[in-house]
């Protein structure tokens, strides 16, 4: 068989294993968080006080405060990202779809546990929820320490890790919409753009960091190391996030979960027709580059992370003064724009740009999406609103690996870089929607 056919097909093997990750999914949801619930609500806490919005040029170091706990909470599920399949497949023996399935159980997890999340920040608080969240990351930690002691037994060792997972997932919720909700009660609504932009910087660079330290950790200590240090950073932050002062919690009447999901659907879906981009460059970008024969696919992915942080650092200002949906339209713009340069890349150079173009532009329609939904529920229901927002998000990655795989498998893989800025160009004609229906409602409101 010639080379360049052996190379095909091996591409296609991997796409097919892919597929089998997505589609074999865990319909179970592990309520083990509700043992962090009781033991944060049995000890005691500095009281909530209803402290004054920070002074303007305060705010920002106000809000990096908070979402460092963002940042703790993605670097404990940074650091197995790139370990965990390779243990289970080589080490423990399994399948590939074992492999994938310890991965994608923790997104399931945290795409069932939104609602439960959400209600916890709208009820006990949003510092309570990130608590209990880091609570349940050093849990997991447990959890993944056990499965390295039980490495003679296989079968044991899987399980406990799916265990871990799954807690993982579930404190993956509370951490990241906690931090979101707390951060916008202590510095007001009207930073809600910026709080949703540090907190998404936080999480991107979190992973970025663990995964590769991950990697160090096993390579010189083992697998017990990762446990260790995700119990020692979760204990870290919750030590950093007791003395805290925490956002008051809003009283009222408070929205149900389906109620304020009906209400953002709009604005998720949007968000996920723009995150599809993300998900393929992030799952296919390495398998493309091999089908063309390019050498460093992983210059690729840090150019892309490197230009979303670079845009939300200089651009998130932009959402408050122009708004979400005009900041929207222009993000998903050009991120169609980079998707399709991908897509007919006839050289390593413009993939890059394509890349860059493409992480630019998805930098900034998260938050800006996201500000227009939140604004859309009384402020008791707010922590609901960004569980049922981020609750897109996680679909839609869930979501983007079968049917991307699929489309690589029939056509190639640059065809899945034109399927994704399809979708991209679907959120802008949505985003534009929006935005044209807001006005009209805003000119009928106007005192005449």
């Given at each position: 068989?010639?080379?360049?056919?052996?190379?095909?097909q091996?591409?296609?093997?991997?796409?097919?294993?892919?597929?089998?990750?997505?589609?074999?999914?865990f319909?179970l949801?592990?309520?083990?968080?509700?043992?962090?619930v009781?033991?944060?609500?049995?000890?005691?806490?500095?009281?909530a006080?209803?402290?004054?919005?920070p002074?303007p040029?305060a705010?920002t170091?106000?809000?990096?405060?908070?979402?460092?706990?963002t940042?703790?909470?993605?670097?404990?599920?940074?650091i197995?990202?790139?370990?965990?399949p390779g243990?289970?497949?080589?080490d423990?023996?399994?399948?590939?779809?074992?492999?994938?399935?310890?991965?994608?159980v923790?997104?399931?997890?945290?795409?069932?546990?939104r609602p439960?999340?959400?209600?916890?920040i709208?009820?006990r608080?949003?510092k309570?929820?990130?608590?209990?969240?880091?609570?349940g990351?050093?849990?997991s930690?447990?959890?993944?320490?056990?499965a390295?002691?039980?490495?003679?037994?296989p079968?044991?060792?899987?399980?406990?890790?799916?265990?871990?997972?799954?807690?993982?997932?579930?404190a993956?919720?509370?951490?990241?919409?906690g931090?979101?909700?707390?951060?916008?009660?202590?510095?007001?609504a009207a930073?809600?753009?910026?709080?949703i932009?540090?907190?998404?910087?936080?999480?991107?660079?979190?992973?970025?960091?663990?995964?590769?330290?991950?990697v160090?950790l096993?390579?010189?200590?083992?697998?017990w190391s990762?446990?260790?240090?995700?119990?020692l950073?979760?204990?870290?932050g919750?030590?950093?996030?007791w003395k805290?002062t925490p956002?008051?919690?809003?009283?009222?009447?408070?929205?149900?979960?389906?109620?304020?999901?009906?209400?953002?659907?709009?604005h998720?879906?949007g968000?996920?027709l723009?995150?599809?981009?993300?998900?393929t460059?992030a799952?296919?970008?390495?398998?493309?580059?091999?089908?063309?024969?390019?050498p460093n696919?992983?210059?690729c992915?840090s150019?892309?992370?490197?230009?979303?942080?670079?845009?939300?650092?200089l651009?998130?200002?932009?959402?408050?003064?122009?708004g979400?949906?005009?900041?929207?339209?222009?993000?998903?713009?050009?991120?169609?724009?980079?998707?399709?340069?991908?897509?007919?890349?006839?050289?390593?150079?413009?993939?890059?740009a394509?890349?860059a173009?493409?992480?630019?532009?998805?930098?900034?329609?998260?938050?800006a999406?996201?500000?227009?939904?939140?604004?859309?529920?009384?402020?008791?229901?707010r922590?609901a609103?960004?569980?049922?927002?981020s609750?897109f998000?996680?679909?839609?990655?869930?979501?983007?690996?079968?049917?991307?795989?699929?489309?690589?498998?029939g056509?190639?893989f640059?065809?899945i870089?034109?399927?994704?800025?399809?979708?991209?160009?679907?959120?802008?004609?949505?985003?534009?929607?929006?935005?044209?229906?807001?006005?009209?409602?805003?000119?009928?409101a106007?005192?005449v």
């Amino acid at each position: 068989m010639p080379s360049s056919a052996v190379r095909q097909q091996a591409s296609l093997n991997q796409v097919w294993h892919r597929l089998a990750f997505e589609r074999l999914r865990f319909t179970l949801f592990l309520p083990s968080l509700y043992l962090p619930v009781v033991i944060v609500d049995l000890l005691p806490m500095p009281d909530a006080s209803s402290a004054a919005t920070p002074r303007p040029m305060a705010v920002t170091l106000q809000v990096v405060s908070i979402v460092l706990f963002t940042f703790i909470g993605y670097l404990n599920i940074g650091i197995p990202l790139a370990v965990l399949p390779g243990y289970v497949h080589t080490d423990l023996g399994f399948g590939a779809v074992a492999a994938g399935l310890v991965i994608s159980v923790q997104y399931l997890a945290t795409l069932l546990s939104r609602p439960y999340a959400g209600r916890i920040i709208d009820t006990r608080g949003p510092k309570k929820a990130v608590i209990i969240g880091l609570f349940g990351c050093g849990l997991s930690g447990v959890f993944m320490l056990l499965a390295g002691w039980l490495d003679a037994w296989p079968l044991a060792s899987l399980i406990s890790l799916f265990i871990g997972r799954l807690v993982l997932g579930s404190a993956e919720s509370l951490v990241g919409s906690g931090s979101i909700g707390w951060g916008i009660g202590r510095v007001g609504a009207a930073n809600t753009a910026k709080v949703i932009s540090w907190n998404g910087i936080a999480s991107y660079g979190a992973l970025a960091i663990g995964a590769p330290l991950g990697v160090l950790l096993v390579n010189a200590m083992g697998l017990w190391s990762m446990g260790v240090s995700i119990m020692l950073l979760a204990a870290l932050g919750i030590s950093l996030a007791w003395k805290k002062t925490p956002a008051p919690i809003v009283h009222g009447e408070r929205m149900p979960f389906l109620h304020v999901l009906g209400l953002v659907l709009p604005h998720g879906t949007g968000l996920a027709l723009g995150s599809i981009g993300f998900g393929t460059i992030a799952t296919f970008i390495t398998l493309y580059y091999a089908s063309h024969t390019w050498p460093n696919a992983v210059l690729c992915l840090s150019l892309f992370g490197a230009c979303f942080i670079g845009a939300r650092l200089l651009f998130g200002n932009m959402i408050n003064r122009i708004g979400g949906f005009r900041v929207a339209i222009a993000c998903l713009s050009v991120e169609a724009l980079g998707l399709l340069l991908l897509w007919l890349a006839p050289n390593p150079d413009l993939a890059l740009a394509g890349a860059a173009l493409t992480g630019f532009g998805f930098s900034l329609v998260f938050p800006a999406l996201g500000v227009e939904a939140v604004n859309l529920v009384p402020a008791a229901s707010r922590g609901a609103a960004v569980g049922a927002y981020s609750l897109f998000i996680d679909l839609s990655l869930g979501i983007t690996g079968p049917v991307a795989g699929a489309v690589a498998a029939g056509f190639g893989f640059s065809s899945i870089f034109l399927f994704a800025a399809l979708a991209s160009l679907g959120g802008l004609a949505l985003s534009v929607y929006l935005y044209r229906q807001g006005k009209v409602i805003r000119d009928k409101a106007a005192p005449v």
